[in-house]
């Protein structure tokens, strides 16, 4: 039976996404205090005029409905959608004030894509883009890559018990790391705070040893600090990770990239002392397995290649944007040309496999999940033990993921369902690409890009892409980070709606 | 006569050296960042010229060399020469300065052996083109007044509903 809303849900529902609007309103404190310090007066009246018009709409809905009104399961997944949809309308304002944006679209593009900690870029003259637009693009990734109900719940939006975690559950997020909601976020943000001050300590370091100034060292290093740490992708520069010619560089974010794409539960073990959760938990050992295979293949498909032969090239190309790939964050020190001249066919799949698969559940990393991946495979062994097995035995299958579980029909049922979703979604992206008239294997990379919220370009993302496929794509980065559930629970209440009414008339 | 061979050597010596840049310039084929990257272009291993922005400080490259970016036709693209070369360029490319306008002159590597496989050119000469220049942002004041309203109007929004709440029904 389908469920319609009522106007007491629409109330509550838009009620609290306001109140997480209002939240990015308040974030847009941060480019503005930038802006001030930079001396970049008209950007910093863009995020005067962006906080003015988001914190109103914020307003509007927070009063449509009483603090503290009580959602259910159903309206926590609207809220979710919605929120991110309302965010990335809004943190769009300022972007497309910059002029640095084709039209309002592709500020939402952007937005939707530093949100959702895709990376794909529809920036014009980055090399010349404010630093308080900066800041605020990699903002959108630190918000986002927490999650924005995360990051609501933790300044504490007015909100206690079933439905904060029926929100937090509706982001994405499976895990329980704390007995309370509230304090899984802030564990979160903590975890958050940690990695992201060593990473830009490391940076600055690595920035003034290559001689950029302090300021300059610092920005960029917050800059690429949210963009590896949240999986992101974006850079303050046009030319991403290749900028900056240095190794150390690579080593810093990619070590960050690893940490982004770990489970926080998993985070939480470790912090506890618990280690040997790494080598047990299924997800740590589908991600080791797979970076593994996926390695040697990009080993053996560049080293087959006349550009990229040496084993410095191999790791500097090859593995670091493996990593980049298979953690979602899309760190790119290749032109965009160079996936489909040069890289060659095995290493340019490897690619394709490593977006396509993404890194772990609970973490910033878009894409499959390793858990999937790791429950997938062993559903197959445990259906074929038991296809071979003789009529009369009991064939069981456990996995170890924070606690030893039984796989059974329902876990192997739920992984599918979502693992087919996203094969669906590549596939359909890929086709609409094409139809589009670009070449099938750019217009499938793309999808994947988007859909795995990668940020990894072949070139086919660009202010001059048609409209209609930078909607297509903002569709599938939206969906993919909610891993879909949400964003169906949306496309059903409105058809329930309409039916509904019809059937009154 | 030994004096006059050597005078020989010397001027022959003088005219060949100025003479090779000016005939590796003259051989040089001039590009533009997109082509560069296109990987279609055949120019890998050869010497080109491009002209563009310098979008950034030089920055270490090991060997009392450093690297500049260049960015043409809105793709820059990193070079490497020796420091001396690089000391000329005054103005870096951001959001308040354009950076000075080189022309450069050097081998093209589509995935440099000595830098990991990076795209890049190593520079045998650069010269400044334009001096770089502050970029001029005027001001919109306009977006103060509905930026502010829209505070504001916010702010009286929630506490108008929140002091509605408050009142016992």
Redesign the interface.
Known sequence: MWVTLDRGDIRAILHYTGMLV?AV?GAMVVPFIVAVI??????A??Y?????????V???F??LA??GVPINRRDALLITALAWLAASLTAAVPLA?SGHFGSYLDATFEAMSGFTTSGLVLVQ?L?????AHNVWRHLTHLIGGQGIVVAALSIAIGMRGGGAMSLYHAEGRDEKIMPNVMHTARFIWLVTAVYVALGIASLTAVNL?????FG?SVLHAFCNTAACWDTGGFGP???NS??????WFEIVTVMLMIAGTMNFNLHAHIWRGERRELFKNIEARTIAVNTLILSVLIGLGLAGTT??S?S??I???GIYHLLSASSGTGQQ??????WT??YGGLGFVVILMAMAFGGMASSTAGGIKAFRIGVTVKGLMWRIRQAIAPQSAMVTESYHHFSNAPLNSEVLSNVLLVFLLYIVTYITGGIIGMMYGYPPAEAIFESISAAANVGLSTGITAPTMPTGLKIVYIVEMWAGRLEFMALFAIVASVIASVRDRRAHR | MRRAVILCVCMALACALPGQSVASAATATQVSGPELVSMTSGLDGKLVTFEGEVVSEALAGGRGNVWLNVLSGGVAVGVWMPETMADQVREFGCWSHNGDMVRVTGVFNEACDLHGGDLDIHADSMVVVTAGEVRSHPVRYWKLAPGLAGIVLAYATLRRAWRREEQPS
């Open positions: 209002l309103a930079s001396g970049e007066w008209d950007p009246l863009d005067v005029l962006g906080a003015g018009v988001t914190a109103l914020g307003a509007l927070v009063r009483p603090r004030f003259d090399d010349h883009l404010a630093n040893g290559a001689g950029m100034g300059r520069q046009s030319q290749l900028y900056y010619h240095s190794p550009l990229y040496s410095g090239e790791i500097r190309k020190s290749l032109y965009a040309a160079q001249h040069g």
